[in-house]
């Protein structure tokens, strides 16, 4: 662990921002078989994001909503059609070359699927090398090795797993093994895009108290992408709630969860199953009428009000934007008193 701590750069203190998007945008052509633009899928529409150091922010919403493209955004894997990043006081958004390495040093991403994240011909240790050999100076090439070792043993693995191939492991030990390669290069910011969806539950719980370690140990700041509310509940200290490519409430995880103030929130959180029988019988299931529309075709004004039951004409010609309901808490809808009266 110190060895590890010895090679991070410096970090901020916690709460100061260490990641921040301004108006981000990402739109994608749609195409005919003659390759002519017939259309805009619209994945994300002007969301402006803030990443504090050392926090878990939660981004989480439908299938479909654009998160994972947001979390492409903000690694730098995709660039946006529109909008700025800066990680500190650093304006990120056009870096290239040995800029954009660095950059990626800082910020690291664990992808949903483990099976898919690692090269099946390479063994456990060459893929946790990979990082070092790209990043050459992290690391003296003598003491490689000794740092896979050290990897390992910090996601809680055996140092001879180093050997082995990645079809000799299970969905967990697999996750276990892209959080260590990530680890490998001393980020500052994880980007988690739905890290446990694709395991077992017993697994899923592992893989958590994992993640929320390391942060503790390393100060980390994670950026934790999900549709899993309760997941979400556990380890976030903020959540952002995503519809239509849009951000449509955001603030700290207990007053978002207690407190939901836009009315899509309310659905999502009226639909996570209730354990406790008395509590189940008193709350009232929300159930959303139609379909998400298509990115290519959003409604005009709030995208949320073709399923909206609060929904009225002024929703149809006003783009809400993000409003303080409480001193770090913001929802964006324009019946913001109505939608507390209904929750």
């Known amino acids: 662990m110190t060895d590890l701590m010895q090679t991070r750069p ?9 990641l921040t998007g301004r108006g981000l945008t990402r739109h994608f052509p749609v195409r005919d078989g003659l390759g002519r633009t017939v259309g805009t899928v619209k994945a994300v529409q002007d969301v402006d994001l803030q990443l504090r150091s050392g926090e878990c922010l939660a981004l989480v919403g439908e299938s479909g909503c654009g998160k994972s493209t947001l ?13 700025s990043m800066r990680l500190e006081e650093q304006d990120v958004s056009s870096l290239r070359g040995r800029q954009l390495r660095e ?15 690692l090269n099946p011909r390479l063994t456990i240790g060459q893929s946790l090398r990979e990082p070092l050999e790209i990043h050459g100076g992290l690391v003296r090439r003598g ?12 996601v809680g693995l055996d140092a001879s797993h180093r050997h082995r191939y990645p079809h000799e492991f299970s969905g967990g030990q697999r996750q276990r093994v892209c959080i260590a390669r990530a680890l490998a290069v001393s980020p500052r910011i994880l980007v988690c895009d739905e890290p446990v ?32 509310l309760a997941v979400v509940r556990g380890i976030a200290d903020r959540v952002a709630v995503m519809y239509l490519g849009r951000i449509v409430e955001e603030g700290p995880t ?34 959303l009428s139609g379909d998400v529309p298509s990115p290519t075709d959003p409604p005009s004004g709030c995208a949320f009000r073709s399923r909206c039951w609060l929904a ?14 409480s001193a ?6 324009v019946r913001l008193d109505a939608a507390r009266t209904s929750a």
């Open 103 to 117: 950059f990626r040093r800082n910020v690291q991403i664990v992808l949903q699927d483990p099976y898919a994240a």
């Open 197 to 228: 969806s694709a395991l077992d539950v017993s697994v899923q719980a592992q893989i958590l108290d994992l993640l929320q370690h390391l942060q503790r140990e390393l100060g980390l700041a994670y950026l934790f992408i999900s549709h899993d």
């Open 71 to 83: 979390a492409s955004l903000i690694t730098l894997l995709d660039r946006p059609t529109a909008g």
């Open 254 to 287: 207990a007053e978002v969860f207690t407190h939901p103030r836009h009315p899509y929130t309310q659905a999502l959180l009226s639909s996570v199953p209730v354990t406790d029988p008395r509590e189940r019988s008193t709350r009232e299931r929300i159930r």
């Open 328 to 333: 770090d808490h913001r929802a964006a809808c």
């Open 312 to 325: 009225t004409d002024e929703c149809a010609t006003t783009v809400p934007s993000l409003e303080h309901v």
């Open 143 to 154: 003491e490689r090795e000794a740092k896979v070792v050290e990897l390992l043993e910090l």
């Open 10 to 18: 410096d970090t901020l203190r916690p709460g100061e921002d260490a």
